[in-house]
């Protein structure tokens, strides 16, 4: 479319009969990430369109295996029209097994884009009375992801009728051909929920340094046009136990990229697919 997820025991050393028992393990653990980025993409596409972008990310683990994720970010107000030009992110998870051999998890999460809609017709009857119906691009998405050392395999899938604003009011417009454009109109307010299915892996160079990779498939429901796929290679520096500095080169091939052309405001273009070289600074604490 046009627019577009530790602990700490103390042992003392003093005489059993002297002490309280040690205390147990923390069941909670936080952290914390502040970090900035030439260019914030999802799934190959630019959130931030391919302005600078900033973000705040709180991460909870439970000795359990279960974790909670809240990200807030800035964003382009080109792409998500009408908003105030923030992301939050809520997710939940849940993670076991070796990190070093085989591990599993899965979870849910839900984006929010506050104030961001855009109106449009959703069929051919709307067209044909000039019915405008107002459409969000929140967006709510199950993972399920498995692994061996440094490699994992994620397959996401969107639960949510519309992943991110994609309906027929924002593509069948844009579909040059008449009738086309007709059959797409009338399918009427069809789903656009995606799946997609990424590959990561991981392989430390040095103690410092880590070199990561990424390739991930997205097919789009009842809407091929926004079929992409997707590649991202990453380096990370690890300063110290707080500053992490990286680049990110992302290049998308998508199935028709006139859907990835986005109009700023000032009347100018951007491609949102467009390969980038970001670099980034994190601050975790």
């Known amino acids: 479319m046009k627019k577009k997820l530790i602990a700490i025991l103390c042992i003392s050393t003093l005489p059993a009969f002297a002490q309280s ?94 104030g961001a809609h855009y109106k449009a017709p959703l069929n051919l009857s709307d067209v044909e009375n000039g019915n405008f119906a107002k459409r969000n691009f929140n967006t ?63 392989h430390r160079l040095t103690p410092q340094l880590e070199l990561s990779g990424h390739i991930g498939v997205q097919r789009v429901r009842n809407f091929s046009q926004i079929n992409l796929k997707d590649v991202r290679v990453s380096l990370d520096y690890s300063v110290n136990s707080n500053w992490v500095l990286g680049m990110d080169l992302t290049s998308t091939k998508v199935n028709r990229p006139d859907f990835f052309v986005t109009t700023r405001r000032d009347g100018s273009t951007f491609k949102s697919n467009k390969t980038t070289l970001a670099a980034r600074v994190s601050y975790k604490f």
């Open 140 to 202: 709510g998405t199950a993972i399920v992801e498995i692994g061996y050392g440094p490699i994992d395999v994620r397959y996401e899938r969107t639960l949510t009728k519309y992943n991110r604003g994609i309906t027929s009011g924002g593509i069948c417009p844009f579909v040059q051909d008449p009738q086309q454009q007709f059959d797409c109109f009338d399918r009427g307010d069809a789903s656009s929920a995606t799946d997609y299915l990424s590959i990561i892996g991981k």
């Open 21 to 114: 028992p040690p205390p147990a393990p923390d069941a909670f653990n936080f952290s914390y990430e502040a970090r900035v980025t030439t260019n914030r993409t999802s799934r190959g596409v630019t959130d931030s369109g391919l302005k600078p972008s900033a973000s705040f990310t709180v991460n909870v683990l439970h000795e359990s295996g279960f974790a909670g994720l809240a990200e807030f970010a800035t964003i382009s107000k080109d792409s998500f029209t009408n908003g105030n030009g923030s992301l939050a992110l809520l997710g939940l998870g849940y993670r076991n097994g070796d990190p070093d051999a085989f591990h599993y998890g899965g979870g849910f999460y839900y984006e929010f884009f506050p």
